[in-house]
């Protein structure tokens, strides 16, 4: 029997999608932005959002979902979009994908769907990320809350970690019934996304409503909560009678380069730096209470090429920074930042020293920051990574005047779980095992993902193991075999 | 929200809170601190726990008025709530039966210094513990401390009570005098706890300081906190607060604490503006560093 065929709500031909350009994302203007902390993008209006979905070719192997961590379907979403129903196209997404208006914005595409998308082997991608957060915006206007059908199977969860991998796993396990009991170490619910990603690139609103919504779905959210401090593992099962354990807790110590200087007043790292700014509200101090040191007419650098690095240097940027350079010690090619992030920072004028390192922070005498001592670096061999390793340039070295300096080259495993839990296994660098298909760990019942088993990644990677760890957590709940 | 089950000075500008927090109560350690945050605009500063009650659910804090939100917090009555603690952070004090243990405690530090004198004395150790304060009213928890010291001396700037001297003539002399000390505790003031430490190190006696540095979250994720220690970066919040004393870099810990000087006193100013308008809350800007401010006590600044 012939299969029936798929009709598809598109006019156009599949030779004239290719014609349609990829529609442009309305922004601030960088001249404007870079004096304030609004955000960049501005979302497409209904009518962007239905031309840019007309450039869909409707696959018959859709590979950009193949390539979703989450495995958000697509083609089903943006022809909802052709056929004009934004409310089942966002319904569509949630099916796998919870927070849709945050990885719609933070997500990087190029990496996953739209750096697979067949289009690319013509013109430019679909804006899938564009059009997810189109209908996630569309549906928070619109107010609608998706409901919980599933009855109560009477299982608690508790997750520890209110970050992208932390928030996956309850919005799927509150889906299947379960009572599912969020614990977060900070004031504020979201963990990275909340003090870690700034304002102009993730609204905290933004946030907080699709925090609402799972509020909304049942979701409880305990606040001021250090698991392994406060409440130990073993101690939600045994006192607080937990069925599982979802730890979810994020990559934590910040990285230092281990030079010379770095006490010096004015050295951050780039937690610090950006905590100070988005959780706390210093760029609207004395307004709020937390200060930071005053940025307004400084020099200040970056150390690092990843979305941090430039979250932090863009928001020097806009506190009043007259020359905010990246210093990255590889090439631009090598930076792994999302492709937008580094075109928005080269249009606010951030000056990309590439192929630098720095060598020493050197003192002004008082205890503060006076500059960086640098040299430059070459390309060798592929390292370890499968990049080009950078070697530093005899006799290149150079100073550039600095009155602050952000760290931004990684982070290492926060051992405060893993110390206070007797039978979790870590591997050598001290994050947690936990197998790559079902986030189990060494511990029965305890699952973990997320930064704080594979390292630094991205919101969407931590929220693909969050699903893993869902169904996981479900199928264990669900037949008590280990 | 967390309640103040009872709020009242204890000395001018020096408040003790007991505040609700059962799950705090519950895990608490002496040594360990609390981050507290007071409103939606507020700063977070670290605060010792000098006592808990897991009975009750309740932990206690000792505040000393010095920039706008320990003013804040200390303007706070009973049934008030503050918005935000969390804890315990820090590692607990190492306890043990060391023999005798001499406890420096320097102002609001006494209070600091009191859980963990106690679990010293309970862990059977000899306990002779030295006072000070610039004048009377700093000399604090003098017969709290006097039930669990076998010694107590109390020692004032200006001699309003006590002995007229420095915490470190006290212990001087007692080292001059062939005391045998096999450990020296000392909380207060940074130019107090390195000048124990310079008195101490000579003989050899091992020495152990709480460092208060300024922090955020508590939990390591931003090492603002960070402090040398024998050369060593180290995060106060997770690797301490608690270090030996002769390894501590005393210097960077004081000019890192100075990092917002600036902004504190434009905070407390506007602040202190606002209150004597007659206006509460109306000032902005808050005070990271208490421990900045009072490493510029008097007593200590020369």
């Keep these: ?482 | 929200m967390f309640r103040i089950q009872q709020a009242g000075f204890i000395a001018p500008q020096i408040k003790r809170f007991v505040i609700e927090a059962p799950r705090i109560a519950r895990k608490h350690r002496a040594g360990q601190f609390v981050i507290l945050r007071l409103h939606e605009r507020g700063e977070r500063i670290p605060l010792t726990i000098e006592s808990s009650d897991a009975e009750r659910g309740t932990i206690s804090i000792v505040v000393q008025s010095v920039g706008k939100t320990t003013k804040q917090l200390n303007a706070l009555e009973t049934g008030d709530g503050i918005l935000d603690v969390v804890g315990p952070l820090g590692k607990p004090s190492a306890i043990k039966n060391f023999g005798t243990v001499v406890v420096v405690g320097g102002g609001v530090g006494t209070a600091l210094a009191y859980p963990t004198t106690v679990a010293l004395k309970r862990a059977g150790n000899r306990i002779v513990t030295i006072l000070g304060g610039r004048n009377r009213d700093l000399v604090l928890l003098e017969n709290e401390m006097r039930q669990v010291s076998d010694e107590l001396y109390i020692t004032t700037d200006d001699g309003s009570y006590g002995e007229k001297g420095l915490v470190t003539d006290k212990l001087r002399e007692l080292i001059a005098q062939g005391m045998t000390i096999d450990e020296v505790l000392a909380v207060g003031p940074v130019p107090m706890m390195k000048a124990v430490a310079d008195v101490t190190k000579e003989p050899g006696i091992h020495t152990v300081v709480s460092l208060n540095p300024i922090m955020i979250d508590g939990t390591g994720m931003c090492g603002g906190c960070r402090v040398i220690i024998g050369g060593k970066s180290k995060f106060a919040c997770v690797d301490g607060p608690e270090f030996e004393a002769h390894e501590v870099d005393f210097s960077v810990l004081m000019q890192r604490n100075r990092m917002y000087r600036e902004a504190e006193r434009k905070s407390l100013e506007e602040f202190q503006r606002a209150e004597k308008e007659g206006g509460h809350g109306k000032a902005e800007g808050g005070d990271k560093a208490t421990a900045c401010l009072m490493a510029e006590d008097k007593q200590w600044s020369r």
């Excluded at chain 1, 933070?106 to 804006?127: M, R």
């Excluded at chain 1, 599933?150 to 608690?156: D, F």
């Excluded at chain 1, 870690?196 to 959210?221: N, S, W």
């Excluded at chain 1, 392994?228 to 009678?241: A, C, H, P, R, S």
Aim: glycine content about 10%.
């Design chain 1, 1 to 482: 029997m012939e299969p029936v065929k798929e009709v598809s709500p598109n006019p156009l031909k599949l030779k004239d999608r290719m014609k349609v350009p990829r529609q442009h994302m309305p922004e601030q203007q960088a001249e404007l932005r870079v004096h304030n902390f609004t955000e960049v993008n501005l979302g497409y209006s209904t009518e962007l959002a239905r031309q840019e979905a007309l450039r869909c070719l409707e696959c018959k192997k859709p590979t950009c979902m193949d390539y979703c961590p989450v495995g958000v379907k697509v083609k089903e979403f943006v022809r909802l979009i052709v056929e004009g129903n934004f409310l089942g196209a966002a319904a569509k997404i949630r099916e796998d994908n919870v927070l849709p208006a945050i990885t719609g914005r933070v997500c990087p595409q190029e990496d996953h769907c739209e750096g697979n998308c067949l289009l690319t082997k013509k013109v430019e991608s679909l804006g899938i990320g564009y059009l997810e957060r189109f209908v996630a915006d569309y549906e928070q206007r619109m107010g609608v809350a998706p409901g919980v059908n599933a009855p109560p199977t009477g299982k608690k969860v508790a997750i520890v970690g209110s970050g992208p991998a932390g928030l996956s796993a309850a919005g799927d396990l509150v889906q299947k019934g379960h009572r599912v009991h969020v614990f977060e170490a900070l004031h504020e619910i979201g963990g990275v996304l909340m003090y870690g990603i700034p304002e102009f690139r993730l609204p905290k609103q933004v946030i907080r409503e699709q925090i609402d919504t799972m509020r909304a779905m049942g979701v409880e959210f305990e606040t001021n909560v250090v698991v392994g401090k406060t409440v130990e593992i073993d101690e939600l099962f045994e006192q607080e009678g937990y069925d599982a354990v979802f730890i979810a807790t994020g990559a934590g110590l910040p990285v230092f380069l281990n030079i010379p200087g770095e006490h010096l007043n004015g050295v951050y790292s780039a937690n610090e730096f950006l905590t100070r700014i988005n959780l706390m509200h210093a760029y609207e101090f004395p307004r709020y209470d937390e200060p930071i040191v005053e940025l307004k007419g400084k020099q200040v650098a970056v150390i690092g090429g990843g979305n941090t690095a430039l979250d932090a240097i863009r928001s020097a940027r806009r506190l009043g920074a007259d020359k905010a350079y990246v210093l990255y010690r590889r090439s631009e090619a090598e930076m792994p930042a999302r492709a937008e992030e580094v075109k928005h920072a080269k249009q606010e004028g951030i000056d990309f020293q590439v192929l630098t390192n720095p060598v020493e922070f050197l003192d002004d005498g008082n205890g503060w920051l006076r500059a960086a001592r640098c040299v430059r670096m070459e390309l060798g061999e592929p390292d370890a990574s499968g990049r080009r390793r950078p070697i530093a340039v005899a006799g290149s070295e150079f100073e550039i005047p600095l009155s602050v300096v952000i760290i931004a080259t990684g982070t290492s495993a926060n051992p405060l779980i893993q110390s206070t839990t007797p039978g979790l296994k870590t591997n050598q660098r001290g994050y947690i095992e936990a197998s790559s298909e079902t986030q189990r760990t060494s511990r029965k019942g305890v699952f973990a993902g997320g930064d704080i088993v594979t390292g630094s990644a991205t919101v969407i990677l931590a929220m693909g193991s969050g699903r893993r760890a869902a169904k996981s957590i479900h199928e264990y709940l669900t037949t008590r075999e280990w």
